[in-house]
């Protein structure tokens, strides 16, 4: 079990990064959340969850212990694997995720890509008492609908883009985002940001 990845971060992609470790380049999948968080050559370390297939291993990287705890939570429901429950996450943070598994809430699992209305209503059931009550305060109104404009260009600059190229993408990608129900889906709106960057080169 590889618990966490420290070092220099070698190289950044839409859904991974690289991180150098010992001369090596481990390879870790992550959300936009945590890749937003990381600079090119700047140290990071990152609590990971390893994943083990057939014909692959996975990395998966995150910012903390608490989301790693909830990603590999999740995965104990059934037909919830490791992309989904990434998915989930990538959405939501993990004291969202809480509370919308204690408060029964259909619509913010919904707005989970691949998560339809009977999955959810399943979802909620099974895991009604394995998540846990949320850790923080409740938010107020909805923060994070506000932040998705900061979480993307923070990742558009990670990912190496220049200051006026992130905010032309931000803007791009605005109308998308004020047309979705619900909170933005940062995940979603990078890979739009970046076909409209990679048209203007």
């Known amino acids: 079990m590889i618990a966490f990845v420290s070092g220099p971060v070698a190289a950044l992609a839409p859904d991974s990064a690289v991180v150098e470790v010992g001369g090596i380049g481990i390879a870790v999948q992550c959300t936009p959340n945590t890749l937003s968080g990381l600079r090119m050559g700047k140290p990071t370390k990152l609590a990971t969850s ?3 297939r057939e014909d692959s291993l996975t990395l998966y990287g ?4 608490d989301e790693r705890q909830v990603f590999e939570l999740l995965q104990t ?8 429950a990434q998915a989930m996450l990538a959405v939501h943070t993990p004291d969202a995720l809480r509370r919308a598994v204690a408060t029964a809430d259909e619509k913010a699992l919904i707005a989970v890509p691949g998560i339809g209305k009977k999955g959810a ?21 909805a923060p994070v609908t506000q932040g998705w404009r900061d979480q993307l260009h923070a990742a ?11 905010d032309e993408a931000v803007s791009a ?18 890979k739009a940001a970046l076909q409209t960057l990679n048209r203007a080169r």
């Not at 979802?123 to 846990?132: A, M, Q, V, Y």
Request: hydrophobic letters at 45%; charged letters at 20%.
């Open 121 to 141: 209503q399943k979802l909620l059931l099974e895991l009604k008492d394995r998540l846990g009550e949320p850790v923080g305060a409740p938010a107020i109104g």
């Open 50 to 52: 390893l994943v083990v």
């Open 173 to 190: 990608v605005t109308p998308q985002a004020e047309a979705t129900e619900g909170t933005p889906q940062v995940g979603q709106l990078l």
């Open 62 to 65: 995150f910012v903390d212990d």
């Open 77 to 84: 429901a059934s037909g919830v694997g490791p992309r989904l």
């Open 156 to 166: 558009l600059i990670g990912l190496g883009y220049a200051t006026r190229e992130a």
